[in-house]
C-alpha cells in the first residue's frame, strides 16, 4: 500500500492551498481517508477525515470552516483544500487510511495506512 501526498509547500498569511493524497494497493473505494498534521515539536493533530463515499466528514476543531476534505474514488485521490491559512497551520500532513469501513474517525490509531506526509509552511 501506498498513500503518497502532494502539493505542500510555502505560503503567506491568508493564502490557500489544496493537498492531495493518491492511494493505491489498497480498495480505495471502501477506505475512510484521513489527514493528521505534526509541527515540530508537538503531537500529531487530526485534521480532516472523509468516509468511504464522501458522505460524512469530520474536521479538527481547529481548522473546522477553514479546511475542506474531498474525494475522488475514480482517481484514487482525497484532496484537502486549505484557505486562510494561519502560521500555526504550519506542520508537515499526512493522509491515512483505514480500509474497510463504513465508518469515520478522528482517532489515528484506527488509520492502518499512511503517506510520507508533505510540508506545508505558512509566513505570517
Known amino acids: 500500500v501506498q498513500l503518497q501526498a502532494s502539493g505542500g509547500g510555502l505560503v503567506q498569511a491568508g493564502d490557500s492551498l489544496r493537498l492531495s493524497c493518491t492511494a493505491s494497493g489498497l480498495t480505495f473505494s471502501t477506505s475512510a481517508m484521513g489527514w493528521f498534521r505534526q509541527a515540530p515539536g508537538t503531537e500529531r493533530e487530526f485534521v480532516a477525515a472523509?468516509?468511504?463515499?464522501?458522505?460524512?466528514?469530520l474536521y479538527g476543531d481547529s481548522v473546522r470552516g477553514r479546511f475542506t476534505i474531498s474525494r475522488d474514488n475514480a482517481k484514487n485521490t482525497v484532496y484537502l483544500q486549505m484557505i486562510s491559512l494561519k502560521p500555526e497551520d504550519t506542520a508537515v500532513y499526512y493522509c491515512?487510511?483505514?480500509?474497510?469501513?463504513?465508518?469515520?474517525?478522528?482517532?489515528?490509531?484506527?488509520?492502518?495506512?499512511w503517506g510520507q506526509g508533505t510540508l506545508v509552511t505558512v509566513s505570517s
Open positions: 491515512a487510511a483505514d480500509e474497510g469501513t463504513l465508518v469515520v474517525t478522528p482517532e489515528a490509531s484506527e488509520y492502518r495506512y
Open positions: 472523509i468516509s468511504w463515499n464522501g458522505g460524512m466528514t
